[in-house]
Nanobody, 121 residues
Framework: QVQLVESGGGLVQAGGSLRLSCVAS?????????MAWYRQAPGTERDLLAS???????NVASSVKGRFTISGDVTRDMVYLQMDSLKPEDTAVYYC??????????????WGQGTQVTVSS
């Protein structure tokens, strides 16, 4: 079983910054193909924010481009999300996602437990 563990969420004032981290681990063989960050506010769908592939190429949603930056090393099973100029509407639970291959289940999505980000006005 692959686990994704996020950290770095919390409470911040509007205009502030936070950096989220996510690391994938397992006791058995796995390979990460890509990693991504999503967020979900109460009563809304889970939205893709940014992704990074094994070759280092990244994509960032237009809604957060210029404020959020994804980085990391997929080959080392880690991804980060730098969030700057935070706004109250960025308040949500942020989830790490990995498209990961294992011997038992092939390639499938894995999710972290989520980390709360709250931006006060």
């Amino acid at each position: 079983q692959v686990q994704l563990v996020e950290s770095g969420g919390g409470l911040v004032q509007a205009g502030g910054s936070l950096r989220l981290s996510c690391v994938a681990s397992s006791t058995t063989f796995f390979r990460v193909n890509s990693m991504a960050w999503y967020r979900q506010a109460p009563g809304t769908e889970r939205d893709l924010l940014a992704s990074i592939s094994s070759d280092g190429s990244t994509n960032v949603a237009s809604s957060v481009k210029g404020r959020f930056t994804i980085s990391g090393d997929v080959t080392r099973d880690m991804v980060y999300l730098q969030m700057d100029s935070l706004k109250p509407e960025d308040t949500a639970v942020y989830y790490c996602n990995g498209m990961i291959r294992t011997a038992k289940y092939g390639t499938r999505d894995y999710w972290g437990q989520g980390t709360q980000v709250t931006v006060s006005s």
